[in-house]
Each structure stands twice: as structure tokens, then as C-alpha cells.
């Protein structure tokens, strides 16, 4: 799978992130965001919130508050996951190509598998209970941990749920902030870009989509 160093063993472990990455709900949480600036008079432009691809919640709302937003972070962030829970149940759930395949098929490898997203658990329970029954062995979502992606807490979390070494596992990701946060783990990590462009440097690998994809290119180094 690396684009630099030898990888020849199958992971102990692939660890998903979720927004972007399994469903198509980046732009559910941006037009949430959107919705909220507007409400207090602020007109955002898209590259404004371009930024809240990957980003912790407690971020995007001070991200909003540097917008002009005139509410607290805690304010935000329950608006904020109120309307993106709104948006989801009226759009329904899109999944990315390949997603639910190579979930499948990692499954039925018996390799395990983490969900490590930013959104909290209320909402990502609603893409969890779409998928089929005890698909991933640990979920960690952004309110269990004080520090959100970029840091490496949520994945160093999963991989201690799951009593494997970070370095075993795979890491799969649509957002340089999620990239960061899991190398920062030290896990190998698979960009699989979506609403931002991922340079070759930012992961261990890029594939444009996973459709088509099979587990077994998902690989380790030795030692």
C-alpha cells in the first residue's frame, strides 16, 4: 500500500474515519455551519468553510466564532450537530464508493475494525445503525476524547479498545486533519480524497476511490 517503504503483511486492524470517508455527509455538516453563520448575519463563503472538512466540532465552532458567530463554543456545537443531524435525516445517507464493499470484505477477512470520527456519538449511531450489525469491533467519536483530530487521542484510543499496536494498523482518511491525527498515532494511513485534494506526501497512500479496491492491498510494513 505505501508509496515509500516496503509493506508486506495484512493489518492487525483498518480504522475508518466516517464523514466523507464510509457516507457522503461532509456537505450535511457544511451547510449546517453555513445555516449558523447566516442566522447571525454573517455571509460565508465556501472557502470559509471549506476548513471544517475533518475538523473536531469544539474547532468548527470556534472556527465559527472567528467568522463572527456571537455564541459559545458549546452553543455552537449543539446547533451545529442538531442541523447536521437534520440535514442527514432528510437527505438520507449516500455511501462513497467502495465503502460498504471493502467493509464487507475486510469483515469477512477477519480483520477488525475501528470507526474513529469526529462526529459525536448521537449522530454517528444513525450511519452505524445503517450498516450491517457489529460491522466495526470499537467506535471512538469526537466526545469521547478532549482532543479532536488533528491530535492523535482518538486513534490512540482505538487502537487501545482493540489491544493492538498503532503501527499494525491502517488508517483510513478523506481529510488532511484526520491524515495528521493518524500518523500522529502512528498508523499507516490510506487517503482517500473527496471534498479536498490529498498530496501524495500527506498519507502513506492515495487511492482516488476505494471501489474496486480488495483487502489485501491494505498492507504493513515488517519490523
Known amino acids: 500500500m505505501s508509496n515509500r517503504q516496503p509493506a508486506n503483511r495484512r493489518p492487525a486492524a483498518v480504522l475508518w474515519d466516517m464523514d466523507g470517508t464510509i457516507v457522503d455527509t461532509e ?9 449558523i453563520l447566516r442566522f447571525h448575519g454573517i455571509q460565508p463563503s465556501a472557502e470559509d468553510l471549506t476548513p471544517l472538512v475533518g475538523m473536531a466540532l469544539t474547532d468548527g465552532a470556534a472556527l465559527m ?8 463554543v458549546a452553543e455552537l456545537v449543539e446547533r451545529h450537530l442538531e442541523l447536521a443531524m437534520r440535514n442527514t435525516a432528510l437527505a438520507g445517507l449516500t455511501w462513497r464508493p467502495g465503502a460498504l464493499e471493502m467493509l464487507a470484505a475486510l469483515r469477512g477477512s477477519g480483520i477488525r475494525l ?7 456519538r448521537t449522530y454517528a449511531d444513525t450511519i452505524i445503525a445503517a450498516l450491517p450489525k457489529d460491522t466495526f469491533d470499537v467506535v471512538v467519536t469526537g466526545d469521547d ?13 482505538a487502537v487501545e479498545l482493540l489491544g493492538v499496536e ?7 482518511e478523506d481529510s488532511l486533519i484526520g491524515l495528521a491525527a493518524a500518523r500522529a498515532a502512528g498508523t499507516q494511513t490510506l487517503g482517500v480524497p473527496h471534498h479536498i485534494e490529498i498530496p501524495t506526501d500527506a498519507a502513506d497512500a492515495v487511492w482516488p476511490t476505494l471501489a474496486g479496491r480488495h483487502p489485501a492491498e491494505l498492507r504493513v510494513p515488517l519490523g
Open 114 to 120: 475501528a470507526l474513529v470520527t469526529m462526529s459525536y
Open 65 to 72: 466564532q472567528r467568522l463572527g458567530a456571537d455564541a459559545s
Open 27 to 35: 456537505s450535511h455538516w457544511i451547510a449546517a455551519a453555513d445555516e
Open 145 to 157: 476524547v478532549e482532543q479532536g483530530k488533528p491530535f492523535p487521542d482518538a486513534y490512540l484510543r
Open 166 to 172: 498503532a503501527r499494525d494498523c491502517v488508517a483510513i
